[in-house]
C-alpha cells in the first residue's frame, strides 16, 4: 500500500508518499522541516535568508551555513555542466521581470532587465563555508535547489524510516528506498496537478524505479507584466524568459537535480539542445508550443489514450 500527504508550498505542489503507511507523518515533517530549512537559507523573499545577507554583502566575502554552501554547490555544478543555460545569477532579471515577491503577490509595472552577470562571478570557498559575489550581482538558486529538496528528502525519509519514499515538488520528483511493485507510477505532462484527475493536455505515464525526473515547463509560474506574458524560466544571455521552441522538457536522470538541471537547459537552449542531449544520453520528454511530443534518449513511446 501506498500512502501519501500533499499540501502547498512555494507556490507549487507538494507530495510525499511512502511505501510503509505507518511512516506517513514522519515523512510529512521531516519534508516540512528540510523545506523551511532551505526556504531561509536560499528564498529571494525573505529578509533574513542567507540568499539576502550574500547579495547585500556588495563583493566581501560572507560566511555561510554547510546548507546554503551545498544548495550554492550544485547551483554552480549546474551552470558549469549547461555552459552557463541554468545560471545562479539571474536573480536581478527575475526582480526586473516582476518576480521579487512571492508569485501570488506579483504586480502589474515596466520590465527593466538585462543579462545575468554571469555564474563566475560568484567565488565559494566550500571547505571554509564562506562565498564571494561581484557587486550588484542577486543570486537565484530556485531550480536546482527545489530539486536538491527533493533528493534530500527522499533520502532522509529512507534513512529515517526504512519506507521506500517519492518526493514531488511542483514537477521535481526523487524517489528513494524500496518502491512499490513495479515502480512508482508517475504522469508527465505541462503543468503538475492532481494525478487522480483526468491531465488536462499532453501527458504520459512512466515508471521510476530509483533517481529522479524533472519537469520544466512554461506554462507554470506566470505572470504578466508591461503588456508581456512572462515566466519563471530565464535566458542568462537576455534576462528574457527564452524564446518558446519547447513549452515542457521532462527528463530522468540518477538524480532529480541532474533531471533539473537537463529540463532546464533544455527550455533555454531550445533547439540547440540536440547536442547537449546526445552526450547526456538521459531519458527527455519535449512538447512543442503546440502540444506535438519528442522524444529522445531512451523516454518510452507515447501511447494514445
Known amino acids: 500500500m501506498i500512502a501519501a500527504a500533499d499540501w502547498t508550498a512555494w507556490t507549487c505542489r507538494v507530495r510525499v508518499a ?4 505507518a511512516a506517513l507523518d514522519e515523512a510529512r ?5 528540510l523545506m523551511a530549512d532551505v526556504d531561509l537559507a536560499a528564498s529571494r523573499f525573505r529578509e533574513d535568508s542567507e540568499l ?4 547585500a554583502a556588495n563583493g566581501d566575502w560572507t ?5 546554503f554552501t551545498e544548495l550554492l554547490a550544485v547551483a554552480l ?3 558549469r555542466l549547461t555552459d552557463g543555460d541554468v545560471d545562479p545569477t539571474v536573480g536581478a532579471a527575475l526582480a526586473g521581470l516582476g518576480y521579487d515577491r512571492d508569485l501570488t503577490e506579483v504586480m502589474d509595472g515596466v520590465v527593466v532587465t538585462g543579462p545575468a552577470p554571469g555564474w563566475r562571478t560568484i567565488e565559494l570557498d566550500a571547505e571554509g563555508c564562506r562565498v564571494r559575489v561581484a557587486p550588484g550581482v542577486r543570486l537565484d538558486l530556485g531550480a536546482t535547489a527545489k530539486a536538491w529538496t527533493a533528493d534530500t528528502g527522499a533520502g532522509a525519509v529512507t534513512a529515517a524510516t526504512g519506507s521506500g519514499c517519492l ?3 511542483g514537477g521535481d520528483i526523487a524517489v528513494s528506498g524500496p518502491g512499490p511493485d513495479g515502480g512508482w507510477r508517475i504522469r508527465v505532462e505541462d503543468v503538475t496537478s492532481d494525478p487522480d484527475a483526468a491531465p488536462a493536455g499532453p501527458s504520459a505515464v512512466v515508471t521510476l524505479h530509483d533517481g529522479g525526473l524533472a519537469t520544466s515547463s512554461t506554462r507554470v509560474r506566470r505572470w504578466q507584466r508591461d503588456g508581456l506574458w512572462l515566466n519563471h524560466l530565464i535566458d542568462p544571455r ?3 524568459p527564452p524564446a518558446t521552441a519547447w513549452r515542457t522538457v521532462s527528463a530522468a536522470a540518477g538524480t532529480c537535480v541532474d533531471a533539473n538541471v537537463l529540463s532546464t537547459a533544455a527550455v533555454v537552449r531550445g533547439h540547440q539542445i ?3 542531449l546526445r552526450e547526456a544520453r538521459l531519458p527527455v520528454r519535449l512538447v512543442t508550443p503546440d502540444g506535438q511530443v519528442l522524444t529522445a534518449g531512451g523516454w518510452p513511446e507515447e501511447r494514445a489514450a
Do not use: H
Open 167 to 169: 518526493v514531488s515538488i
Open 77 to 79: 555544478r549546474g551552470a
Open 18 to 21: 511512502v511505501t510503509d503507511p
Open 238 to 240: 537576455t534576462g528574457m
Open 274 to 276: 540536440w547536442p547537449l
Open 29 to 33: 515533517a521531516l519534508l516540512t522541516d
Open 52 to 55: 539576502a545577507a550574500v547579495d
Open 63 to 67: 560566511p555561510i551555513s554547510p546548507l
